[in-house]
Structure formats: structure tokens, C-alpha cells
């Protein structure tokens, strides 16, 4: 039996509506934080992905597959897996910079960028891109060029000191995503003869 008011009547379907305003809202804003709780962690989970190697050839199958597969490579070949066993990710020498991701996305999705149709693999900018000031800096080989060539003058063959070429890049040698390579060896017969394991050399190319 419904409720008597003072004046005698039940309630009156204006008080019903009025009664409901405050549940629909509840129910609006429950529903609402669920959503945006959804979006947060949808938004975090991706956050965490994009951090991981995994995620640069989940996307972009073609050329990234074999620059993953460097990352994570164990047979000592390739200093991407060194990075890795030293606590390096992608991101840490690939800063994700807005702009040149949306740029990287065009050119993907246009397939407008450069490599090897045989192998599938992008052309190596290693010179161009893993260059002293790259490379030896606080955040990554924190030291100059000096105390680079100073640390390994015990060597058999200093590969650093090259001041009778002038300035190579680290590139030229190191290489990340594909085996190093000596390129001293094609001069220096020392150089051939002390080539570290797992690299690949250019052949002595004694002068007659």
C-alpha cells in the first residue's frame, strides 16, 4: 500500500521522477568510471608493450622481424644482443619521438622506405647513425674518444686508435643489427690477425 501524504494523497509521479534522478545518475557515472578505468588500462598495457622489443615487428612485420630476431640473438655475433644483456632496450637508442613515429608510420604503411627486396631487411645506416657523439656519451659509453683508445691500448691491435685516418665512426665497425666487421684488417695485417670472435673481417690486402 502506498505511502499517505499529509494532504491525503500517495505519492505523486513527480516525486517517483525524483526519486529516480539520483539512481540514473549514479548509474551514469558508474558506468562512465568504468569506461575510463578500461581506457586507462588499455592505455598502460599498451604503454608497457610499446616499451618492449617485441612491439617494433608485431606492427611492422617487414623489415623489423630481423632486427628483433638480432635483439635477441644469443650467439654473440651481434652487439643488439650485447645491449640486451646489458639492460638495454630498443627505446633506449630509439627514442619514441612522436613526430618521427607518425613519419615512420607513413612511410611504412606507403612503403616508402629502403631495402633489400631479397632479404627483406632495411639498407644499414650504421655509419650514420651510431656515431661518436651516439655512442660516447653519460648515457651510454660514458667516456671521449681519448679514454676510449686509452682503455684498450693493452689490445694486440688497438682498433681505436685511428688518428692516422682522422675520425671514423663507430659505425664503421660496430654494427648492431648485423655482424661487426674489422675493417682495419684490409691494411693493418696486425689488425687481420687479432680479429675478435664472432666478427667478420675484410681480407688483408697486402700492397705490392
Known amino acids: 500500500m502506498g505511502e499517505i501524504h499529509e ?8 516525486d517517483s521522477a525524483k526519486a ?7 548509474k551514469r557515472a558508474i558506468a562512465i568510471g568504468v569506461v575510463a578505468a578500461v581506457i586507462v588500462a588499455a592505455i598502460g598495457g599498451f604503454a608497457v608493450w ?31 644482443h650485447v645491449h640486451k644483456l646489458a639492460g638495454k632496450s630498443c627505446l633506449d637508442c630509439h627514442p619514441a619521438k612522436l613526430d618521427q613515429q607518425v613519419k615512420e608510420a607513413g612511410h611504412w604503411v606507403t612503403g616508402d ?24 656519451n653519460e648515457s651510454c659509453h660514458n667516456m671521449d674518444l681519448d679514454q ?6 693493452s689490445m694486440a ?34 689488425a687481420a690477425e687479432n680479429v675478435p670472435e664472432g666478427w667478420a673481417s675484410i681480407p ?3 700492397e705490392k
Open 7 to 14: 494532504d491525503g494523497h500517495g505519492p505523486s509521479g513527480h
Open 20 to 26: 529516480k534522478a539520483p539512481a540514473a545518475k549514479r
Open 50 to 80: 610499446h616499451e618492449q622489443p617485441t612491439f617494433c615487428n608485431a606492427i611492422c612485420h617487414t623489415p623489423m622481424d630481423s632486427y628483433v630476431a638480432s635483439y635477441c640473438n644469443d650467439d654473440g655475433t651481434q652487439l643488439a
Open 113 to 136: 622506405y629502403a631495402y633489400d627486396e631479397a632479404s627483406g631487411n632495411l639498407v644499414p645506416r650504421s655509419e650514420e647513425f651510431a656515431t661518436q657523439e651516439f655512442c660516447l
Open 148 to 153: 676510449l683508445r686509452e682503455k684498450t691500448s
Open 157 to 190: 691491435w688497438n682498433p681505436h686508435d685511428f688518428t692516422e685516418h682522422g675520425v671514423t665512426e663507430c659505425g664503421s665497425c660496430h654494427k648492431m643489427h648485423d655482424q661487426s666487421v674489422m675493417v682495419c684488417s684490409e691494411c693493418h695485417y696486425q
Open 204 to 206: 688483408y690486402r697486402q
